[in-house]
């Protein structure tokens, strides 16, 4: 058979030939090359620019140069593919020249891209006025694996070192045996580390980072002090000593290392020494609550009997939500520290009754207490402790906020508005339209009453300086507003310093700040955010009440960006949004954080026609308790089809995250009764009350209690009883008791947007009697990956005891989606259960007006996500769900099981 050869690959062989022939002196006006390979420089990297990345550049010696002329440019083309630039704007990669002045010789730096073995390369120098000189050189040997000297790996096996960082297997968090150790030096302290991978010759292996093949677990720890040291960790395995072991690590810029070494002492099953629990005694006291302070602050009062006279050395107070109250006796100079209770302490006062061993406590409730559990600690002079747990009463926790001044004054249009406004007190506004031309600083809790038709209208001038927001809420305490109407004579700057963006009204994050407790009070306003000021950009917040405590915002219509809120209680009842301004858009209807007790109570979303783009209902961050979304009606917001513009990254219409994992792992002890649990040193924050401890492993996986309170660093006072035994725990803080209900989301005219997406750690969430029409996954439920501690996807979150029951789910072009999330660069498990609950009484259906499915059957659910590499990462139960095709008739395979246990039965993982 005769080969053919190209006429450009012809002349390209030509080329080389010829400058190879002509390997002696340069000749002025002739461009010859010479390739010297890895000669141990290292000015480029991966990169459109230049700069240093760790790994030898590749050189090609020019010659012939005119000496006195500049290089304007030139570019290396390699044959086969791979294109590098100096001074080249096409967007290649990086090369960097050096040249002595005058000299017709100069040498260009090139990163290796892969193993080079001798292939051809074309080089191009453009000079001044465009002459070009071009020529053409074989390469030779080069690797992106030859390093800078001081940035070559070097390893060293250490053995044990009595840490306890990793498990056997892929899963994280220590066991309960000793690790060995291996210690890295010369590492680039520049970029991460993203993943290394350790091979025994003929044996094991374990892995930092994804770790797709499923290896035994690495743990990866950097020097803070010097990054060019690290240390790795490894579940020992026996028999490996004196083997030849090789150790490979990849950075974040894209370059690699490796380096081999001789595995050393490797002994198994050595446990590291266990945590001695301490002794908490059930007090047998009798708890009064006595109500709230008749002086009229916050303060709520409780009576304690004690059989024990005096008073403890402190008091811990806790309602296993967030935080807790202290009394904490000022200590003498032979006493010892109180045990750490957390970061997060309110304060408790406590006095001695008159009665022997009868104390009188006083503390401000941040939330109404009536009928919550509440814990009661004693802390004794020789650091004993006891307990009480008794039922919270009624309180009152507005009656902590400061009240408006006295002052009650009316306004008439043509009054000075804003300097009366900035005295705080009642005020009511009568009708009429109230030109501003500056922000309404609201400096003292005040409540602002307007009679029908009266209307605030902010103009912004050209030379103005940027808002924070149009209405500032400044000062502390009880504001309220009421009736307003509030319009804009074109557009407005918004201060790019204000946290959370600009906002129509807004507690102040610029300036004078409330510097108190603050609750808020919108009701029935009628908010429109100004016009865009070009043609598509992010409107403004209706109502940011982000630096404020607790309120309402009630009988609101909205035009314009989100409601944006933290903590809690709030009530968010009966408000309208319209829709964005034209031109401009908006992330939600409204997002908060750390949020609880918060009420989403029949909103009505539904944009206008020629609106701007509303991309989410809702958005709930960190953790959530006791979060109640219901009867709300959502139509038309979302990604859809016919949008004009991508979404950005935001498909959801109902969204909740939670991502943060405090430990995982196995627990370091657990007391008889299951009550108080400890844990080693946690990869990330110490865990804090009202956060939860869920069980990844063994016969009871799936459970969970939350932390009453923390007793010492790293052990904790449950609500509730855990197992007896060793299993593995992950801590973290979620999303408790969240209820989404009776709400209508409408996203017919779109297979992108998904109504309801719940990611990351929740703990019994109930979904239930919804109507989701239309969108892709009616429905997504996902153990996520973490964002932190370690890296971003270091593990999974948990989602325990979810159920979604009675929900009406019509023309949803992917059905529902129930998974633990996975993908490439997200870390495998094995052995542990990161999402369990139950699909029951649903009805999924499809319309002649539904979806087209390409002539495939639509799926109602699908269960699990590939490439897992364990069933059992998954427990769900189904039951009583019906699912139609448009003729009404039962679907023959409604459920697509990928990956999980449904029903008691296994499936999967799907083979690669």
């Avoid at 709030?570 to 409204?590: C, V, Y």
């Avoid at 996807?793 to 529902?816: L, M, Y």
């Avoid at 052995?831 to 259906?845: A, E, I, K, M, P």
């Amino acid at each position: 058979m005769r080969a053919a050869i190209s006429g450009w690959a012809l002349a390209w062989l030509l080329v080389v030939g010829a400058e190879a022939e002509a390997a002696g002196p340069s000749q002025a006006g002739r461009l010859s090359a010479r390739w010297l390979g890895q000669v141990g420089t290292d000015r480029v990297g991966r990169a459109m620019v230049p700069g240093p990345n760790g790994v030898q550049d590749m050189v090609i010696e020019l010659r012939g140069l005119p000496a006195s002329s500049e290089i304007v440019r030139a570019v290396v083309r390699g044959y086969g593919g791979d294109i590098w630039g100096y001074r080249d704007p096409g967007g290649h990669w990086a090369a960097e020249l050096e040249r002595e002045t005058g000299s017709d010789r100069a040498r260009l730096l090139l990163e290796p891209l892969h193993e080079e073995s001798g292939r051809a390369f074309r080089v191009e120098v453009e000079l001044p006025g465009g002459r070009l000189l071009e020529t053409t050189v074989r390469g030779g040997t080069a690797d992106p694996m030859v390093r800078m000297p001081e940035v070559q790996l070097a390893a060293r096996w250490f053995g044990p070192d009595g840490s306890d960082r990793t498990s056997p297997g892929p899963s994280v968090g220590p066991d309960g045996f000793q690790d060995v150790r291996i210690d890295l030096a010369r590492l680039d302290p520049g970029p991460n580390v993203n993943e290394v991978t350790i091979r025994v010759e003929g044996g094991p292996s374990w892995a930092f980072g994804p770790n797709p093949e499923g290896f035994g677990d690495a743990s990866f720890v950097r020097s803070a002090e010097d990054r060019s040291r690290a240390m790795l960790f490894l579940s020992p395995e026996e028999g490996i000593q004196g083997r030849r072991v090789r150790i490979d690590l990849a950075y974040d810029n894209n370059t690699k290392d490796r380096t081999v070494i001789e595995a050393g002492p490797s002994p198994t099953g050595t446990p590291v020494a266990g945590r001695t629990l301490p002794r908490v005694a059930e007090e047998q006291a009798r708890v009064r609550w006595l109500g709230p302070d008749r002086g009229g602050s916050g303060a709520v009062g409780i009576g304690v009997e004690r059989r024990s006279a005096g008073k403890p050395r402190a008091v811990v107070l806790s309602d296993g939500v967030a935080g807790c109250w202290v009394f904490e006796r000022p200590a003498g100079p032979r006493d010892r520290p109180i045990p750490y209770v957390g970061e997060s302490r309110r304060r408790l006062d406590v006095a001695e009754g008159r009665g022997p061993g009868t104390l009188l406590l006083s503390f401000e409730p941040y939330r109404n207490l009536d009928g919550e559990e509440m814990t009661l600690r004693f802390i004794e002079e020789d650091g004993r402790s006891s307990v009480v747990r008794f039922e919270g009463g009624a309180s009152d926790p507005i009656r902590r906020y400061e009240e408006p001044p006295a002052r009650k004054v009316r306004v008439e249009p043509g009054d000075d508005l804003a300097r009366i406004a900035a005295q705080g007190g009642t005020i009511t506004v009568g009708k009429g339209v109230y030109r501003l031309d500056r922000p309404l600083d609201l400096n003292e809790p005040t409540h602002l009453i307007a009679e029908p038709g009266a209307e605030l209208r902010f103009r912004q001038d050209d030379g103005d300086e940027p808002w924070g927001e149009a209405v500032a809420i400044r000062g502390k305490g009880r504001t309220r507003i009421e009736g307003l109407t509030i319009r804009f004579d074109g557009p407005v700057r918004w201060h790019q310093g204000a946290a959370w963006g600009g906002a129509v009204v807004g507690v102040s994050n610029l300036g004078k700040r409330p510097g108190g407790p603050v609750h808020l009070e919108m009701i029935g306003l009628d908010v429109e955010a100004p016009p865009a000021s070009s043609e598509w950009e992010e409107a403004p917040n209706c109502l940011r009440l982000v630096d404020s405590d607790s309120g309402v915002v009630q009988g609101c219509s909205l035009k314009g960006g989100s409601i944006v809120l933290f903590n809690g209680p709030w009530r968010i009842e009966g408000n309208t949004h319209r829709g964005t301004r034209p031109g401009t858009f908006s992330g939600a209807f409204l997002s908060g954080r750390l949020t609880r007790d918060i009420a989403i109570v029949d909103n009505e979303l539904k944009p206008e026609p020629n609106s701007g783009k509303l991309y989410r209902f809702l958005v709930l961050a960190d953790r959530g308790v006791n979060v109640s979304v219901r009867g709300n009606r959502v139509i038309g917001v979302g990604a859809r089809d016919d949008d004009d513009r991508p979404h950005p990254n935001a498909p959801e219409v109902l969204l909740t995250e939670s991502y943060l994992v405090r430990f995982e792992g196995r627990h370091s002890g657990i007391s008889d009764d299951g009550r108080i649990l400890a844990i080693p040193e946690p990869q990330g924050e110490h865990p804090a009350v009202g956060e939860v401890v869920a069980v990844l492993s063994g016969p009871e996986a799936g459970r969970w209690a939350v932390i009453d309170q923390v007793l010492d660093r790293n052990v904790v006072l449950l609500d509730r009883p855990l197992p007896k035994g060793d299993y593995d725990v992950a801590i973290t803080p979620g999303f408790l008791g969240t209820t989404i209900e009776e709400n209508t989301i409408d996203c017919r005219g779109s297979t992108q947007a998904h109504p309801i997406v719940l990611t990351g750690n929740h703990y019994g969430t109930r979904v239930a009697a919804n109507t989701l029409l239309g969108g892709a996954n009616a429905f997504r439920i996902s153990g996520y990956v973490c964002s932190q501690p370690i890296h971003y996807a270091w593990t999974h979150t948990p989602q325990f005891g979810f159920v979604i029951e009675r929900n009406t789910i019509e023309d949803s072009s992917g059905g529902g989606l129930i998974a633990v999330h996975h993908g490439p660069r997200m870390k495998t498990n094995r052995g542990r259960v990161y999402l369990s609950g139950s699909v029951l009484d649903n009805t999924f259906r499809w319309t002649e007006d539904g979806p087209a499915n390409a002539g495939r059957e639509p799926v109602a659910l699908t269960v699990g996500m590939a490439p897992s590499l364990d069933a059992g990462e998954l427990v769900l139960t189904t039951g009583s769900n019906e699912a139609l095709d448009a003729r009404g008739r039962p679907l023959r395979d409604p459920m697509r099981i990928v990956v999980g246990t449904v029903n008691g039965k296994p499936y999967g993982p799907p083979r690669e």
